[in-house]
């Protein structure tokens, strides 16, 4: 129990110092967003002849971004953090005009219908090929495969992006161009509506299956081979054991275990990634309003995006070291083991 | 080796600070001595890459890149606007093979001079890195306890922030243009990775006799990490820092894609961002297609040669391997500082 407590508060700290940095570095960077919105404001005030009132501008600064920039660092931070856990007030975007909260809640859900479905199939695949190239060493099949893999691994995933998208969308009109659904189906649990988000879907969580299978197969396949190797495996081929037996229960299974903390891992990586597979495709997930706030300096709009992304991360990790002890019996709760 | 007859009549002495081997060695001339260092530090490791596919091919291509980005600069001259027609189409004429762009810019020229700032980026990034990373992870790794903790939490934080959208944000903040600081940007969520993975190397090495021989006569941690622990690692760190070296250059030319990061020199990804925006490549490859698709080649290929330059690399660094193509291989082993 003790090691789940330990290792929860680990998460929360290293959760809030990486929020903590960033906020820092927001703040403290010269020509951040605070800084030019108070530049801009100063100016304006010139323009008009008046006065520079210092606490007038601190308080408009306030009220836009959420941040007073006469407070010191920490005490805005804390306020920031409590403001967000109390009241789920994550300020107010300056491009949309919209709780940040809102904006977020409305496109996370999108994100994670492509990131989960793009996981799935890209970490299937990769155990498949890679115990089928260990199962097959040294045959065709498995020089085959590995150049394949090796291909597949030089091209990064927005160039399969582009590439699908030119083709498939726009000079064969298999799948739509861009956008989240068909701006003529009423949301809602009608087959057309489904149907609809699910061909604006299918390039972008086959660019995401991308990001999850191309590294994984080649180490995946490494590991079975060793696996391969062992005496429990030669015992149970000779107590005369199917092959597909021996291949899910005895081979894959222990393969597994090694890269099962380092998929967790990437799952985080695909929700990072989502950030230009959704600007590629035009669809408005988390990553797509990220990207706009952060090239427009939409301030809370980032951080709160930024929240998101870095909670994605840390539960990812967790989840991978608390249920690691579900698929090897033998780590008990995980507490002596490397996580990575 | 002792009591061998010397031409003096005499026989060799076995002394406390030194066996007769030492004495040999001196005796050795200059000239040989250099021989031997080459064939056994240059020669048979090149003998053992060409014999291997995949070092053979990605050597070449790796050269190929580092003289595209050094010679061919000084070769080929530099893109103008206006040098030809606008859009001709790849391998239409002799003076533009691959075809010009909206304002009449050639492709090929455009290629080759974008070289050196990839390389560059590449260069940055997998030096700062594997820097840290090797920095941290052997520390930690071999110090362990409180420094260990500390390290680990650090590199746990880094973690935790998710990796393209805190990139972003920070070119947001920062708009570098030097390509040596956007290396070193993007380098950072790469090192915490390879850091915990050194670090649980150096935990099995650090148990080694050979280590603890050398801890007990005193020598200093620096001396032993950088002596005795690094050079074990050495082929590791140098595979991990190929795959390092293709992340950065696939992240870079993503955020130049996107259009997050500023550029005052044309590079492969705001190359493909201008086909983007102003040819419409995607939608009408037909007229810029070729003005996204080289720069594509040209960036997928360069990571196909550094993956497979890596993965060959694991055979240079085999021992058995190198002691069999060597030609010097019985007294290489014997030239290596007995352990002591």
Do not use: C
């Given at each position: 129990m003790s090691y789940y407590i330990r290792r929860l508060t680990q998460a929360a700290i290293s959760f809030v110092a990486g929020l903590f940095l960033t906020f820092t570095l927001y703040r403290l960077v010269p020509g951040g967003p605070v800084d030019a919105i108070m530049a801009q404001r100063i100016q304006d005030m010139r323009e008009q002849g008046g006065a520079i009132n210092q606490r007038e501008i601190a308080q408009m600064v306030e009220s836009l971004t959420g941040v007073n920039p006469d407070q010191p660092i920490p005490v805005a931070f804390y306020e920031y953090i409590r403001d967000i856990v109390l009241y789920q007030d994550f300020g107010e975007s300056i491009l949309y005009q919209d709780p940040v909260f809102d904006i977020l809640f409305r496109a996370i859900p999108w994100s994670m219908f492509l990131s989960i479905y793009g996981i799935m199939l890209g970490f299937t695949a990769t155990i498949l090929v890679g115990v089928i190239m260990a199962w097959k060493e040294g045959t065709k099949i498995d020089t085959g495969a590995t150049v394949l893999v090796?291909?597949?691994?030089s091209i990064p995933y927005y160039v399969a992006a582009i590439a699908m998208l030119s083709f498939l969308g726009f000079q064969w009109g298999l799948f739509p161009t861009g956008g989240r659904a068909p701006p003529a189906a009423d949301p809602g649990f009608n087959l057309e509506f489904m149907i609809g988000i699910t061909q604006h879907a299918a390039l972008p969580i086959l660019s995401n299956f991308i990001v999850g299978f191309a590294g994984g197969a080649l180490g995946m396949r490494a590991l079975t081979v060793?696996?391969?190797?062992?005496?429990?495996?030669?015992?149970?081929?000779?107590?005369?054991l199917k092959s597909n037996r021996i291949l899910t229960r005895y081979l894959t299974r222990n393969a597994i275990l090694p890269i099962y903390t380092?998929?967790?891992?990437?799952?985080?990586?695909?929700?990072?990634?989502?950030?230009?597979?959704?600007?590629?495709?035009?669809?408005?997930?988390?990553?797509?309003?990220?990207?706009?706030?952060a090239v427009q300096q939409d301030y809370p709009l980032v951080m709160g995006a930024f929240v998101f992304f870095a909670g994605i991360t840390v539960l990812g990790i967790l989840i991978a070291d608390f249920t690691y002890g579900l698929i090897d019996p033998r780590a008990g709760s995980g507490a002596s083991r490397e996580s990575f | 080796m002792s009591g061998e007859p010397q031409s003096d009549g005499g026989v060799t002495q076995e002394s406390i600070f030194g066996t007769s081997e030492d004495a040999e060695r001196q005796r050795t001339p200059p000239a040989e001595r250099i021989r031997r260092a080459f064939d056994f530090y240059i020669a048979t490791p090149f003998r053992v890459a060409w014999s291997d596919w995949r070092t053979r091919i990605g050597g070449i291509g790796v050269l190929f890149y580092i003289l595209m980005g050094t010679v061919g600069v000084v070769v080929i001259g530099q893109p103008q606007m206006n040098e030809g027609p606008r859009y001709v189409g790849p391998f239409q004429t002799m003076e533009h093979p691959l075809g010009t762009t909206n304002m009449g810019t050639d492709i090929l020229k455009q290629l080759v001079h974008s070289t050196p700032t990839m390389l560059k980026m590449a260069l940055a990034g997998v030096v700062f890195s594997v820097g840290v990373a090797v920095l941290v992870g052997m520390i930690s790794g071999y110090k362990g306890g409180t420094v260990d903790t500390v390290l680990m939490t650090v590199s746990d934080i880094f973690i935790t922030l998710p990796g393209l959208p805190l990139i972003i944000v920070l070119a947001a903040i920062f708009s570098p243009e030097d390509p040596f600081i956007v290396g070193t940007i993007i380098a950072i969520n790469q090192?915490?990775?390879l850091a915990r993975q050194l670090r649980s190397q150096v935990i099995a090495l650090r148990e080694e006799d050979y280590v603890e021989a050398a801890r007990s006569?005193?020598?200093?941690?620096?001396?032993i990490v950088g002596q005795e622990l690094l050079p074990k690692l050495a082929p590791f760190i140098l595979i991990t820092a190929g795959g390092a070296s293709v992340a950065i250059i696939f992240q870079s030319v993503a955020l130049y894609f996107i259009g997050v990061l500023p550029y005052d020199t044309s590079n492969w990804g705001v190359m493909m961002q201008l086909a983007y925006e102003q040819g419409n490549a995607i939608a009408?490859?037909?007229r810029a297609g070729h003005w996204l698709f080289f720069p594509l080649v040209t960036l997928s290929g360069m990571a196909f040669v550094t993956i497979l330059f890596a993965q060959g690399l694991d055979r240079v660094f085999n021992p058995r391997l190198l002691a069999r193509h060597s030609k010097t291989a019985s007294e290489a082993e014997e030239e290596e500082p007995g352990g002591l």
């Amino acid at each position: 129990m003790s090691y789940y407590i330990r290792r929860l508060t680990q998460a929360a700290i290293s959760f809030v110092a990486g929020l903590f940095l960033t906020f820092t570095l927001y703040r403290l960077v010269p020509g951040g967003p605070v800084d030019a919105i108070m530049a801009q404001r100063i100016q304006d005030m010139r323009e008009q002849g008046g006065a520079i009132n210092q606490r007038e501008i601190a308080q408009m600064v306030e009220s836009l971004t959420g941040v007073n920039p006469d407070q010191p660092i920490p005490v805005a931070f804390y306020e920031y953090i409590r403001d967000i856990v109390l009241y789920q007030d994550f300020g107010e975007s300056i491009l949309y005009q919209d709780p940040v909260f809102d904006i977020l809640f409305r496109a996370i859900p999108w994100s994670m219908f492509l990131s989960i479905y793009g996981i799935m199939l890209g970490f299937t695949a990769t155990i498949l090929v890679g115990v089928i190239m260990a199962w097959k060493e040294g045959t065709k099949i498995d020089t085959g495969a590995t150049v394949l893999v090796m291909v597949m691994r030089s091209i990064p995933y927005y160039v399969a992006a582009i590439a699908m998208l030119s083709f498939l969308g726009f000079q064969w009109g298999l799948f739509p161009t861009g956008g989240r659904a068909p701006p003529a189906a009423d949301p809602g649990f009608n087959l057309e509506f489904m149907i609809g988000i699910t061909q604006h879907a299918a390039l972008p969580i086959l660019s995401n299956f991308i990001v999850g299978f191309a590294g994984g197969a080649l180490g995946m396949r490494a590991l079975t081979v060793r696996v391969i190797g062992a005496d429990y495996l030669r015992s149970a081929r000779l107590r005369g054991l199917k092959s597909n037996r021996i291949l899910t229960r005895y081979l894959t299974r222990n393969a597994i275990l090694p890269i099962y903390t380092g998929f967790m891992i990437g799952i985080a990586a695909i929700f990072s990634s989502n950030v230009v597979t959704e600007e590629i495709f035009q669809y408005q997930g988390a990553g797509w309003y990220l990207l706009r706030a952060a090239v427009q300096q939409d301030y809370p709009l980032v951080m709160g995006a930024f929240v998101f992304f870095a909670g994605i991360t840390v539960l990812g990790i967790l989840i991978a070291d608390f249920t690691y002890g579900l698929i090897d019996p033998r780590a008990g709760s995980g507490a002596s083991r490397e996580s990575f | 080796m002792s009591g061998e007859p010397q031409s003096d009549g005499g026989v060799t002495q076995e002394s406390i600070f030194g066996t007769s081997e030492d004495a040999e060695r001196q005796r050795t001339p200059p000239a040989e001595r250099i021989r031997r260092a080459f064939d056994f530090y240059i020669a048979t490791p090149f003998r053992v890459a060409w014999s291997d596919w995949r070092t053979r091919i990605g050597g070449i291509g790796v050269l190929f890149y580092i003289l595209m980005g050094t010679v061919g600069v000084v070769v080929i001259g530099q893109p103008q606007m206006n040098e030809g027609p606008r859009y001709v189409g790849p391998f239409q004429t002799m003076e533009h093979p691959l075809g010009t762009t909206n304002m009449g810019t050639d492709i090929l020229k455009q290629l080759v001079h974008s070289t050196p700032t990839m390389l560059k980026m590449a260069l940055a990034g997998v030096v700062f890195s594997v820097g840290v990373a090797v920095l941290v992870g052997m520390i930690s790794g071999y110090k362990g306890g409180t420094v260990d903790t500390v390290l680990m939490t650090v590199s746990d934080i880094f973690i935790t922030l998710p990796g393209l959208p805190l990139i972003i944000v920070l070119a947001a903040i920062f708009s570098p243009e030097d390509p040596f600081i956007v290396g070193t940007i993007i380098a950072i969520n790469q090192w915490p990775r390879l850091a915990r993975q050194l670090r649980s190397q150096v935990i099995a090495l650090r148990e080694e006799d050979y280590v603890e021989a050398a801890r007990s006569i005193g020598l200093s941690t620096p001396t032993i990490v950088g002596q005795e622990l690094l050079p074990k690692l050495a082929p590791f760190i140098l595979i991990t820092a190929g795959g390092a070296s293709v992340a950065i250059i696939f992240q870079s030319v993503a955020l130049y894609f996107i259009g997050v990061l500023p550029y005052d020199t044309s590079n492969w990804g705001v190359m493909m961002q201008l086909a983007y925006e102003q040819g419409n490549a995607i939608a009408s490859p037909q007229r810029a297609g070729h003005w996204l698709f080289f720069p594509l080649v040209t960036l997928s290929g360069m990571a196909f040669v550094t993956i497979l330059f890596a993965q060959g690399l694991d055979r240079v660094f085999n021992p058995r391997l190198l002691a069999r193509h060597s030609k010097t291989a019985s007294e290489a082993e014997e030239e290596e500082p007995g352990g002591l």
